[in-house]
């Protein structure tokens, strides 16, 4: 956010890098980052979740799909090209959040991922209502309110993904999967009499 308004006072909106409004601002390029390591995360959590997990490993499994379904289009921008976008997007947002509840249900990190997918919905609520608001109190791209809106779209999406980052990370059950050794023979199996 800072960066934003840094470059709006300073440079006019001239440093192409800290202009979060340009596809490929530092903060767009770290939004990028953290859903690419994401969606590793997520499916290192489907592959290392045993399949007696009850609905774990499904969460799993969807929210890594979801997550390369948002990679691609923040890759591509795609949801721009694509009229009433917010109609298809929100619910893959709401899927992922679901997903996700369901992953950190009971675990710890659950409140980083309830507080990354508030984010992600704040920012994208900002996103589809924030030009209209804008535009409707006769703000322009110019002016300082403008900038505040961008500023906050991407502060709120990018923080959404670290701390999603940052529960997932507590979530995925990392370290060597090692069978369980059968239990050892019972007295009556060695031979003592009871």
């Known amino acids: 956010?800072?960066?934003q308004l840094l470059d709006f006072g300073a440079w006019s909106l001239r440093v192409r890098a800290l202009d979060a409004s340009y596809e490929w601002s530092w903060s767009h390029v770290a939004s990028t980052a953290c859903i690419a390591i994401g969606?590793?995360?997520c499916a290192a959590g489907a592959a290392r979740t045993g399949a007696g997990d009850g609905r774990r490993r499904p969460a799993w499994r969807a929210a890594a799909v979801l997550m390369v379904v948002l990679l691609a289009d923040n890759v591509t921008r795609l949801h721009e090209h694509v009229p009433h976008w917010p109609v298809v997007y929100a619910p893959i947002v709401v899927g992922l959040g679901v997903a996700m509840a369901t992953v950190a249900a009971g675990q710890p990190g659950a409140r980083l991922v309830q507080a990354a997918v508030a984010l992600l919905c704040?920012?994208?609520v900002i996103h589809v209502a924030g030009p209209k608001a804008v535009s409707?109190?006769?703000w322009s791209p110019t002016s300082l309110a403008f900038q505040v809106k961008v500023a906050l779209k991407e502060g709120t999406e990018l923080a959404g993904w670290v701390l999603l980052l940052t529960g997932l990370a507590r979530l995925v059950p990392f370290g060597v999967r090692r069978?369980?050794?059968a239990p050892g023979p019972g007295p009556a199996e060695q031979g003592y009499a009871a």
């Open 1 to 3: 956010m800072a960066t």
């Open 39 to 41: 969606t590793v995360l």
């Open 122 to 124: 704040l920012s994208l």
């Open 136 to 138: 409707a109190l006769g």
């Open 179 to 181: 069978p369980r050794p």
